[in-house]
């Protein structure tokens, strides 16, 4: 006999939801649910929750999901999965160190995740590594629970720093070679939106910059609908202070959209696919899975629609015209029961 579902859904935000019921008896399986936009909701189903909290910041969530594995997920909104973070922290990491000369030292904005420390210190031209999360609780939860960045948090050239990454900048005098924005989506009402304005960028980031530095940033998303929400405006903000900016996407299964980054820089991105894939060999231990010369010349080829979009873009992000991903809410906890 065919199973008849039924599912305690809610109006708005994302939801662990309770869904299943059959003729034959009441059936208990723990779905996630992130609303993606208005009228269109992304739901995996659940073996259990690993851990749920609340820091001072942000809400806190780890998921063991059927399709992707260990899913972290802040505010209510997925920021990786074990499957595919791969994806995300390749090409939010190499794209920026391989165009720069010699990247010895690195700033991470965010990153309390540990993954892109990780993939920043299979660089054997790094020599240090400072990575600045305003979220300590974050921070240890994903030491404890993320055992693949194990190694990454306790390597000698990581330098933590639990803070707020623009104070933190304006506070030191050193310069870096690449500042790495892996902060949380700009989200109304969240504690990262303010780190995506022009004034940040010019009056705060650009000056922390080496001669040949580079900024990159994580946009947001980048798919044929969803770029318009803030990657590009952060792309055409960047514009306004660094004389070469490049914007670049990639598909994240588990985020169910495409991805956007930017990379940005006063000196020109002149390498190409053979010139990547050479530096790759001769700088980065072991293999990638998803990153090499031919991903980012077609990461960087946007579609015609994206990229007329982007340059007809004229919003300059601004704390008073700041732009927001769609979609905003805590997780709830439910248990995984059979009778």
């Not at 809400?59 to 920021?79: C, N, R």
């Not at 310069?175 to 700009?186: E, R, S, T």
């Not at 530096?279 to 980065?284: D, E, G, L, T, V």
Request: glycine share 6%.
């Amino acid at each position: 006999m065919a199973d008849v579902s039924s599912a305690n859904l809610v109006n708005n935000g994302n939801e662990l939801i309770e869904k299943g019921h059959t003729l034959n008896g009441y059936r208990k399986s723990c779905w996630y649910e992130e609303e993606i936009e208005e009228n269109l909701r992304w739901s995996f189903a659940l073996n259990s929750i690993l851990h749920t909290g609340a820091s001072q910041y942000q809400d806190i969530a780890l998921l063991d999901t059927k399709p992707f594995g260990k899913a972290l997920v802040i505010d209510g909104k997925l920021q990786s999965a074990e499957t595919d973070e791969f994806i995300y922290h390749e090409c939010l990491v190499h794209p920026s160190l391989l165009h720069h000369p010699n990247p010895k030292t690195i700033f991470i904005m965010g990153g309390g995740e540990g993954s892109t420390a990780r993939e920043l210190l299979r660089h054997k031209t790094v020599e240090k590594v400072v990575m600045c999360d305003i979220d300590e609780e974050v921070v240890d939860f994903c030491k404890s629970y993320l055992i693949v960045n194990k190694e990454a948090f306790s390597d000698p050239r990581l330098e933590l720093i639990i803070n707020d990454a623009r104070a933190e900048l304006e506070n030191r005098t050193e310069q870096y070679d690449v500042i790495v924005g892996d902060l949380a989506d700009p989200i109304e009402g969240g504690p990262c939106y303010k780190l995506y304005t022009k004034s940040f960028y010019e009056h705060t980031v650009k000056p922390r910059l080496k001669q040949d530095g580079i900024f990159i940033t994580q946009a947001g998303p980048a798919g044929i609908f969803s770029h318009t929400e803030v990657f590009s405006c952060i792309y055409n903000t960047l514009k306004q202070v660094f004389k070469y900016v490049v914007p670049y996407s990639a598909h994240i299964p588990s985020f169910a959209d495409t991805w956007g980054w930017v990379m940005a820089s006063d000196t020109p991105f002149v390498l190409n696919a053979d010139d990547l894939d050479q530096r790759i060999k001769q700088r980065i231990k072991g293999e990638n899975k998803y990153f090499d010369g031919k991903t980012f010349s077609s990461a960087s080829t946007l579609s015609k629609a994206v990229r007329k979009s982007l340059d007809n873009e004229t919003h300059v992000y601004t704390e008073g015209t700041a732009r927001f991903i769609y979609g905003y809410g805590a997780a709830a906890a439910c248990k995984l029961n059979q009778v």
